[in-house]
């Protein structure tokens, strides 16, 4: 069985999807659904059972896992730990180390004791400013010095995992900015893709940032945006490649513009650019990220020779194919 946690998300759900495409549905779900709509993320997966995190936890902790859930013949086969909190403005720090440091910590111990493939969500939110670079190399986690308590609660857990020499035994997934159907749960944490298909729905244009610094014009911002479907090809890979491990970058390998996203977005819908550029709110001045950029070659490096979709064609395929209809991965 594989247990895929945060499974009702974009990218958990976007996992379970693309299991379902390799004929796995041996696939227990952990999340904790509360009142938004991500439960329609799942309505077109097949997968084995669901079970809400904080139950599942108490399995986990009074070791009654394996008693409670069928787990087939062979066992426990990997935790693919995608559960976290992702919003990078929340501010409750307790909330946050017990949410995504503790947790992670005891998947990782689940899994090392059932002798499962771990596979967990880092961020590149721990890369800060870029300033120490965006290589994922574990010698320089110590350097890095993320901007916010959510990158930081990320950055804890891959000390950990380092300071517990367990680092060559599990793989952690520094994900870029990730975009694509099923993040339309997120609210104010989801893509400008969703927000701006919205917003040019309701006004028939865009808002961007402004730029405070003179380095970069306004809405020439950097950021590599990666699509969801090739961020799972890139993370499942690791399921069938035991040998890999570490810590990686899941990126497109190259930045793109605020505007040469929007100006996608607005092709793929056949419509005139109409970007407004907006004031940039006082509490993100100081820690906004003005460039970032993935480096893959060490995932390349392993044997990885996927090839990803052009920026244009991700978001012409999320647009037309999932926005427009209203459809989730697997409709």
């Known amino acids: 069985m594989i247990i895929v946690t945060g499974g009702a ?94 947790y992670t910590k005891q998947m990782a111990l689940l899994a090392l004791h059932s002798d499962a493939r771990f596979i967990y969500a880092s961020s590149a939110a721990t890369y800060g400013d870029g300033a120490q670079g965006f290589k994922d190399d574990e010698a320089a986690l110590n350097q890095l010095r993320p901007l916010n308590m959510y990158g930081y609660s990320k950055q804890m857990f891959d000390q950990w ?35 701006a298909y919205r917003q040019i729905l309701e006004t028939g244009k865009i808002g961007l940032f402004k730029s405070y610094i003179p380095e970069y014009g306004d809405g020439e911002q950097m950021r590599d945006f990666v699509y969801v479907k090739d961020v799972v090809d890139m993370a499942l890979y690791f399921l069938k490649n035991p040998d890999a491990n570490g810590i990686y970058n899941i990126g497109s390998d190259g930045a793109n513009s605020w505007n040469a996203l929007a100006t996608a977005i607005f092709a793929a819908l056949d419509k005139e650019v109409n970007i407004e550029y907006v004031e940039m709110p006082d509490s993100l001045r100081d820690k906004y990220q003005y460039y970032t950029c993935s480096d893959v070659s060490k995932l390349r490096a392993t044997g990885y020779d996927g090839q990803q979709r052009s920026l244009t064609d991700s978001v012409r395929d999320y647009v037309v194919n999932y926005l427009v209809p209203n459809h989730h991965l697997g409709d």
């Not at 994900?175 to 749960?185: D, I, K, L, Q, R």
């Not at 989801?190 to 927000?195: E, F, Q």
């Open 161 to 195: 995992a380092q300071q517990e020499g367990i680092l060559d035994k599990i793989v952690g997934l520094k994900f870029f900015n990730v975009f694509g159907p099923n993040e339309y749960h997120k609210g104010d944490m989801s893509s400008l893709v969703i927000k």
């Open 9 to 102: 998300g974009l990218i958990g759900s976007a996992m379970v999807w693309q299991l379902n495409k390799m004929g796995r549905k041996d696939i227990l779900i952990v999340d904790s659904l509360g009142h938004s709509e991500k439960w329609k993320n799942l309505a077109p997966l097949s997968y084995a059972d669901y079970i809400e995190k904080d139950d599942f936890m108490e399995l986990v902790v009074s070791d009654q896992l394996h008693d409670y859930f069928d787990l087939g013949e062979d066992g426990l086969e990997a935790i693919l730990h995608m559960g976290a909190c992702s919003a990078t403005t929340e501010l409750d720090a307790r909330y946050l180390v017990h949410n995504n440091f503790e």
